[in-house]
């Protein structure tokens, strides 16, 4: 059974035992990873992702005779009742619940009319690892009361609705690619997006005989990383007003050392970063039309530098796996993916090389970090969809 199953399956199980009745609508969304395009995403940069074959399901059930909505996780095995006319701040801080009542928020907002629903979820994507768990779960609800409500959102304005609910409802300042990602995506396919327009255009991957793309988890989260979030996007905002203009893509790096005077020493590093990570993605884009996977690797391997070194959003766990990964036989190149902070890298490596370098970096991150790192072979795969029950 496909895991794309398999989680529904899961979702429904649990319905059926926590409410005691059938399910009679389902969806599911994928995590992602993003293979280059970092940080770009909140000043109208360029990003390259692709959907993980790991997946967030959600199913659920209109109760019209018990009011009230009530939400159960199959993986956390917890029920939370809420009112999605309320505000955020009567549901308790913190809560995976809050990713679910915010997009029903938004789409009450919009006029839609839903009635009191009960839904279960369960998902694959390992929650706060990096790989948009939380993208996954919004997208994944809005997807299943598409279908229960008979409407249906464009594919931007459902992105957009998603990120609202989670910039209000979960306090997380992100831009909208993991959302667009979480929709859009096509099989085999990378996604570059365009975050000024949003408009997104798909760039085949290499096929499995020519590159195997490996996601290592770091399996740490550093506490600090949803305030250094706020701060780095914060720098760059502010680095945007200074230069005046609308988006960073607008300058070069002549530029910004023209403003050093003007600008803190880390809105200089941040914007630095932005400025060269949107060429890098362009140049990313280009190689992989080519099938130049080499040159791909090398600015993969850039990319990382650039965060690690100007954007300041890597931390030891990810440069090990980087640091371990550069260095073998096969690997075009690696880097660290997402937020940052610890979560996820990803190393892009030829086949016949991919089994001696993972095992490689795995030996190298146990000794150096004392501690084990997952290993997730990624294939690209399809956006969100709804799935018959
Ligand atoms: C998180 C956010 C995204 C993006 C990345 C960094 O995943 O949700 O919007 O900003 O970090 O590239």
Redesign the pocket.
């Known amino acids: 059974m496909s895991t794309h199953n398999a989680c529904v399956e899961r979702a429904r199980e649990a319905f059926s035992r926590v409410f005691g009745t059938r399910v009679t609508h389902a969806a599911s969304a994928p995590g992602?990873v993003?293979l280059i395009?970092?940080?770009?995403?909140?000043t109208g940069g360029y990003?390259l992702p692709i959907a993980i074959d790991l997946r967030c399901a959600a199913v659920g059930k209109t109760n019209e005779v018990r009011p009230g909505w009530r939400v159960h996780s199959a993986d956390l095995g917890e029920t939370v009742e809420f009112d999605p006319h309320a505000e955020p701040d009567q549901l308790p801080g913190g809560s995976w619940a809050r990713y679910v009542a915010g997009v029903a928020a938004e789409l009450i907002k919009l006029g839609w009319n839903p009635p009191p629903i009960e839904l279960c979820v369960a998902s694959d994507v390992p929650l706060g690892g990096?790989l948009?768990s939380?993208?996954a779960l919004g997208v994944a609800t809005a997807t299943v009361l598409e279908s229960m409500c008979g409407r249906t959102l464009s594919a931007v304005d459902k992105a957009l609705l998603c990120?609202r609910a989670?910039q209000a409802w979960a306090g997380?300042p992100?831009?909208?690619?993991?959302?667009m990602a979480a929709i859009m995506s096509r099989q085999g396919h990378a996604l570059l997006i365009d975050c000024r327009d949003l408009t997104i255009e798909h760039v085949p991957m290499p096929s499995e005989s020519d590159a195997a793309l490996v996601v290592f988890n770091t399996n740490v989260r550093h506490a600090l990383a949803a305030g250094e979030?706020a701060r780095r996007?914060a720098a760059c905002e502010r680095a945007v007003r200074v230069l005046g203009v609308k988006s960073l893509r607008d300058v070069t790096i002549a530029r910004i050392d023209a403003a050093a005077t003007a600008l803190s020493e880390v809105e200089r590093r941040c914007a630095r970063h932005v400025v060269t990570e949107n060429q890098r993605t362009v140049a990313a884009a280009n190689a992989l039309r080519s099938g130049d996977l080499a040159e791909f690797g090398r600015l993969m391997s850039q990319s990382h530098a650039s965060l690690r070194d100007d954007m300041s959003?890597s931390c030891q766990e990810l440069d090990t796996l980087v640091e371990f990964a550069s260095a073998c036989e096969g690997v075009y190149g690696a880097r660290m993916?997402?937020?940052?902070f610890g979560g996820c890298a990803i190393a892009l490596i030829e086949p016949s090389k991919c089994a001696s370098a993972t095992e490689t970096i795995a030996v190298g991150y146990r000794q150096r970090c004392g501690r084990d790192c997952s290993i997730i072979p990624a294939r690209a795969s399809a956006g969100a969809c709804p799935v018959t029950v």
């Open positions: 992602r993003n395009g970092e940080h770009t995403d909140y990003v990096g948009s939380s993208a990120q989670e997380v992100c831009g909208v690619m993991d959302q979030y996007r959003v993916t997402g937020a940052g």
